[in-house]
């Protein structure tokens, strides 16, 4: 990775974390999440998840291997796309937690979407965390990582993590229905959708630029053909992402409709 797309990464590393500023501003203003639908937060939060177990997954599966995204060494741009990952997820984090401890209250559908959450790091994070201690690839993977990453890293690129996409599509119809049921906004921040679909639309056109394709991934580099595999690993952020962005515009339209209304 050049210094040029590393300092992109990076600007695009921060600007993410200011992306969220604005709509945590607006709760800690007002002192409630009110017109913030809980179940889109947390299908956001999900996909979040999912993309920083999978990214930290190929960090903690590299050792000796050269055959994936992350070089045997990982290099400072393989750690800027896992704190790019990382933070998106933290800031999710932290706005679902804001929504958990503000009102208003909803104690059942709070317990639910916890619970839910619980449940979703137990089969993504938890399991990673559990990786990084196994013994590093030796001369027999009976004794070593090999196989408990295999199994990782098939179950969630070929069944997780489709799901998931489909999950974080599905946030765009519960906020819509949340918005469309208030008389007011409440709590959801227009300039901070705004500034996230500008963001996250950068990040989603810029993230396949990121990669490092191996020679050995299944690319045919004379017709531009990829696995199945290593297009879907390469591809679903800049997917997720994309389908962020629409979400954004959606509800920042729709907010601006409502306000205009108003007045």
């Not at 055959?67 to 998106?88: M, R, Y």
């Not at 503000?102 to 979703?120: D, N, Q, W």
Request: proline share 6%; net charge neutral.
């Amino acid at each position: 990775m050049s210094v040029t797309t590393i300092l992109i990464g990076a600007i695009l590393l921060f600007l993410s974390l200011v992306s969220f500023i604005p709509q945590y501003h607006h709760i800690l203003w007002r002192r409630d999440c009110s017109g913030i639908s809980l179940s889109y937060v947390l299908f956001n939060l999900i996909a979040a998840t999912e993309q920083c177990a999978l990214g930290l997954h190929y960090i903690v599966d590299n050792v000796e291997v050269s055959d994936t995204i992350v070089g045997s060494t990982p290099t400072v741009g393989d750690w800027l796309n896992l704190w790019q990952l990382g933070v998106v997820w933290i800031c999710h984090s932290a706005l679902f937690i804001l929504c958990l401890c503000y009102p208003p209250e909803r104690p059942g559908p709070k317990r639910t979407v916890l619970a839910v959450y619980i449940s979703f790091l137990l089969i993504s994070l938890a399991p990673v965390v559990f990786e990084s201690f196994l013994p590093a690839p030796g001369d027999s993977s009976e004794h070593d990582r090999r196989w408990f990453s295999a199994t990782f890293s098939g179950v969630h690129t070929m069944f997780i993590n489709p799901i998931v996409t489909v999950i974080g599509f599905a946030s765009l119809f519960e906020q819509a229905r949340e918005t469309r049921s208030r008389p007011s906004l409440g709590a959801l921040s227009i300039m901070g959708l705004a500034i996230q679909a500008v963001v996250f639309a950068v990040v989603a056109l810029y993230w396949p630029l990121r990669m490092t394709i191996p020679q050995s991934s299944g690319i045919c580099h004379h017709c531009g053909v990829a696995s199945p595999g290593i297009s879907w690993l390469v591809g679903q952020p800049s997917i997720t992402l994309c389908l962020r962005l629409s979400k954004q515009c959606s509800c920042g339209l729709r907010g601006v409709r409502e306000v205009k209304f108003k007045e």
